[in-house]
Nanobody, 128 residues
Framework: QLQLVESGGGLVQPGGSLRLSCAASGFTLDYYAIGWFRQAPGKEREGVSCISSSGRSTNYADSVKGRFTISRDNAKNTVYLQMNSLKPEDTAVYYC?????????????????????WGQGTQVAVSS
């Protein structure tokens, strides 16, 4: 009954932008930290970004810092990942995940095992 659904993926040229959405149903995201992860073929799933339940704390992987921005609108039960200046190496399936603790501090934000609920993923392809 608890479900996360990602949307907004697609094909974009290098330097372009995409905005991913993560919408919750069956529960409210108000008290959950939300992380974005990605997995490219043949690679491990890696943490991209995370936002605390309050929205006051955010984390980014070094590879995306300055290009990606995570935000949330609790009234819409939705979390966003704005991706600018996209590079071919950003190509992956992107997943959103919810953590009950509300704040995943330290290096834990990038650990998939800190999150209890996962979406099905949305494909992002960056290619010319």
């Amino acid at each position: 009954q608890l479900q996360l659904v990602e949307s907004g993926g697609g094909l974009v040229q290098p330097g372009g932008s995409l905005r991913l959405s993560c919408a919750a149903s069956g529960f409210t995201l108000d008290y959950y930290a939300i992380g974005w992860f990605r997995q490219a073929p043949g690679k491990e799933r890696e943490g991209v970004s995370c936002i605390s339940s309050s929205g006051r704390s955010t984390n980014y992987a070094d590879s995306v810092k300055g290009r990606f921005t995570i935000s949330r609108d609790n009234a819409k039960n939705t979390v966003y990942l704005q991706m600018n200046s996209l590079k071919p190496e950003d190509t992956a399936v992107y997943y959103c995940a919810a953590a009950e603790k509300g704040l995943v501090s330290g290096t834990g934000w990038a650990s998939r095992y800190e999150y209890e609920y996962w979406g099905q993923g949305t494909q992002v392809a960056v290619s010319s």
